[in-house]
Nanobody, 115 residues
């Protein structure tokens, strides 16, 4: 059983930056896809970005050009660099990891973009 723990959330002003980190308790080498999702109050959870084991990435249209996802298999971590943050980016951000027969979620980290 792998545990995922997010960190790096917080309060930031519009236009600011944050870097989220997802630390896995075990090796992430076997995870074919890892991703960041977010859920704003009253809204469904949505995909923000994902990265495959080969390094291919996909982004939601709303974050393209502003967010960058990366993973470090050696450190068993995944990151989300967020720049030019907007108030609509406010949400709880969740780390997700998928292997062939399993899927794991973190507990989430709050990101609030407000002046």
């Amino acid at each position: 059983q792998v545990q995922l723990v997010e960190s790096g959330g917080g309060l930031v002003q519009p236009g600011g930056s944050l870097r989220l980190s997802c630390a896995a308790s075990g090796s992430i080498f076997s995870f074919s896809v890892m991703g960041w999702y977010r859920q704003a109050p009253g809204k469904q959870r949505e995909l923000v970005a994902r990265i495959t084991s080969s390094g291919s990435t996909n982004y939601a249209d709303s974050v393209k050009g502003r967010f960058t996802i990366s993973r470090d298999n050696g450190e068993n971590r995944m990151y989300l660099q967020m720049s030019s943050l907007k108030t609509e980016d406010t949400a709880v951000y969740y780390c997700n990891a998928r292997a062939q027969l399993s899927e794991y979620w973190g507990q989430g980290t709050q990101v609030t973009v407000s002046s």
